[in-house]
């Protein structure tokens, strides 16, 4: 697939996707108001689909809302 290069995180190799040309639809039941938002690009569909339970969903959006952990 074009735009597929090799970088690397901690020393595992990582592949990383340049999506800057994609078409990205926004779902008619996203919620923009609330942040709850769920985007997708029918024009790449040999890359497989992730599936979340609402609750596991609505689990990772609030974890990303809250602020990182300083060290």
């Given at each position: 697939?074009?735009?597929?290069h090799?970088?690397?995180?901690?020393?595992?190799?990582?592949?990383?996707?340049?999506?800057?040309?994609?078409?990205?639809?926004?779902?008619?039941?996203?919620?923009?108001?609330?942040?709850?938002c769920l985007?997708f690009?029918?024009n790449?569909?040999?890359l497989?689909?992730?599936?979340?339970?609402?609750?596991?969903?609505n689990?990772f959006?609030d974890?990303?809302?809250?602020?990182a952990?300083?060290r």
């Open positions: 697939m074009a735009g597929v090799q970088a690397t995180a901690g020393g595992n190799p990582t592949k990383l996707l340049n999506l800057s040309s994609v078409s990205w639809r926004r779902c008619s039941h996203s919620n923009l108001s609330t942040g709850r985007e690009a029918p790449l569909p040999t497989g689909a992730l599936l979340f339970t609402t609750a596991s969903w689990t959006v974890s990303v809302k809250e602020p952990p300083t």
